[in-house]
C-alpha cells in the first residue's frame, strides 16, 4: 500500500499540484492521509478547494483537523469525499487507520486543543477497538512528545500520542513544521515509525510504502 501524508497547508494550496504530480511518477498512491491545519483558522469550506486538488490521485482520502481548524471543520469534513477520521476507525485492507486530530495545549491558545488527558483516553479507546491482525496506522496532528516535535525552545510535542509508540505501526503527523522526517522508536518490544509530514504549504509531504515494512521517503518541491 502507498500512502501519499501531508499536513499543515494552512489554507495555502499553491504548492499541492505539484505534490501530487511528483507522487505520481513514482506509481499509483492508494490513499492520501491529511495531518491537520487544512485551514488557517478557516474558513472550513476552504477543505472543498484542497480536496479537489487531490481528485487526480483517484483514491481514498482520510483526514483529520489539526489546532488551527475550526472544531466545525468536522461537519465539513463528514460532508465532503474524504473520510473523517476524527476519533474513529477504518481500514483499507489488512491496514486499520485512527485519527486523533487537534493537537495537546499550546502557548498560544490556539481553538482545537486538547489535554493530555482526553488525548490519552481517545488513544486508549480507540487502539482497544483497532486490535487484531491488520497494521495500525494513527493519523495524529501532533507528533509524539521527544519524536519529530523539536522548536527552538524543546519539544512540542504530546506526552499522551507518545503512549502508541510500540502499540501502532506507524503514526503520521505534522504541526511541528520544523520537524519534517522519519524515525523508528521503540517501546514495549515493538518498533513504531514515526512521520512528520512536513508543511505542505513550503511544499513538502511525505510517501510511504507499507509492505512487508514500511518505508517512507521525502515528496517535497
Do not use: W
Not at 486508549?124 to 522548536?151: C, E
Amino acid at each position: 500500500m502507498k500512502l501519499l501524508a501531508i499536513s499543515d497547508p494552512h489554507g495555502d494550496y499553491a504548492q499541492i499540484p505539484a505534490l501530487v504530480r511528483k507522487a505520481s511518477k513514482a506509481g499509483s498512491v492508494d490513499v492520501v492521509l491529511i495531518a491537520g491545519d487544512i485551514t488557517n483558522f478557516g474558513p472550513d469550506e476552504l477543505t472543498y478547494d484542497l480536496l479537489s486538488l487531490l481528485e487526480p490521485l483517484e483514491c481514498p482520502v482520510l483526514a483529520i483537523p489539526g489546532n488551527c481548524d475550526q472544531k466545525s471543520i468536522l461537519t465539513t469534513l463528514d460532508a465532503s469525499s474524504a473520510v473523517n477520521l476524527e476519533n474513529t476507525m477504518h481500514t483499507i485492507g489488512n491496514v486499520t487507520f485512527v485519527g486523533i486530530g487537534g493537537s495537546n495545549p499550546t502557548p498560544f491558545d490556539t481553538v482545537f486543543e486538547r489535554s493530555e488527558d482526553e488525548i490519552s483516553a481517545m488513544l486508549d479507546d480507540l487502539l482497544s477497538r483497532a486490535g487484531g491482525d491488520a497494521r495500525i496506522v494513527l493519523l495524529s496532528h501532533a507528533p509524539p512528545k521527544n519524536t519529530l516535535d523539536r522548536i527552538p525552545g524543546g519539544n512540542a510535542g504530546s506526552e499522551a500520542i507518545a503512549g502508541a509508540i510500540g502499540k501502532a505501526d506507524l503514526i503520521v503527523c505534522g504541526h511541528i513544521h520544523e520537524d519534517q522526517g522519519t524515525m523508528v522508536v521503540s517501546a514495549h518490544g515493538k518498533e513504531t515509525v514515526v512521520v512528520n509530514a512536513g508543511q505542505a504549504s513550503q511544499g513538502k509531504s511525505i510517501l510511504l510504502m507499507i509492505n512487508g515494512g514500511i518505508e517512507a521517503q521525502l515528496n517535497n518541491i
